[in-house]
């Protein structure tokens, strides 16, 4: 089936500094979006792209639904150490069921004071 | 208010039991969804419901046998547990197809 590839994995930062993160695939996807999950909790919506070259920000977050309509990224300006935690890139491809949407294996985002 | 609410928040139970997770939306939203979160936090979609109807099943065993009363609920019975079954268990809901969705907290299922 469809893969979702997330990159980085990991990223281990100090507060303050700007964090990029993004999800790459084979396919066109007609639909991103980006989540935050925190221990113990289920993902949490951030951001949803709806448009091919659209970008939308969420207060310090920035997202972009990518021209070819097989990318998005997410930027975080000014990290503070609450945005510890999983973010997963997630999209609908345009080939396959709008009832079915497929997630990035996460990126675990370490925020130093 | 909770909008997707999973009870139970755990679950610990022997291999062979049978047990029952539910869930319930309050959004009013027509689709709903289950999915399982292993070890390495990769999230994969078991099944997918609108208006109470099922439209994927993700090759997911028979021993899972999803059922939503009214499309506020849905609940998932899992027969015959083994020891693969342990995982984070999410419910989600969405307004319809191609929507964005919404997660409950997640039930944890531990196998011994």
């Known amino acids: 089936g469809q893969q979702l590839n997330q990159s980085p994995q990991s990223m281990f930062i100090q507060e303050g500094e700007d964090v990029s993160m993004n999800c790459t695939s084979s396919?066109?996807?007609?639909?991103w979006l980006w989540y935050k999950q925190d221990p113990g909790e289920g993902p949490v919506l951030l951001i949803a792209?709806?448009?091919?070259?659209e970008l939308t920000s969420n207060g310090r977050l920035t997202a972009q639904f990518g021209i070819t309509r097989k990318d998005s990224f997410l930027n975080i300006s000014a990290s503070i150490p609450s945005d510890v935690g999983i973010y997963f890139c997630a999209g609908y491809n345009s080939g396959g069921s709008n009832y079915k949407l497929t997630f990035g294996k996460g990126t675990l985002l370490t925020v130093n004071p | 208010d909770t909008a997707v609410s999973q009870t139970p928040k755990y679950l610990v139970t022997q291999m062979g039991n049978d047990k029952s997770i539910k869930c319930e939306q309050n959004l009013g939203h027509d689709t709903m969804y289950w999915y399982k979160q292993d070890s390495k936090k990769f999230l994969k979609i078991m099944f997918s419901y609108n208006n109470k109807e099922l439209i994927i099943n993700e090759t997911v065993p028979n021993r899972f046998s999803p059922k939503s009363p009214d499309k506020a609920h849905l609940n998932l019975h899992i027969n015959s547990l083994e020891l693969g079954d342990s995982a984070v268990y999410f419910c989600?809901?969405?307004?319809?197809?191609?929507?964005?969705?919404?997660f409950g907290d997640g039930t944890r299922l531990s196998i011994l």
């Open positions: 989600a809901s969405s307004p319809g197809a191609g929507q964005p969705q919404h």
């Open positions: 396919s066109i996807f007609n639909t």
């Open positions: 792209l709806y448009k091919a070259g």
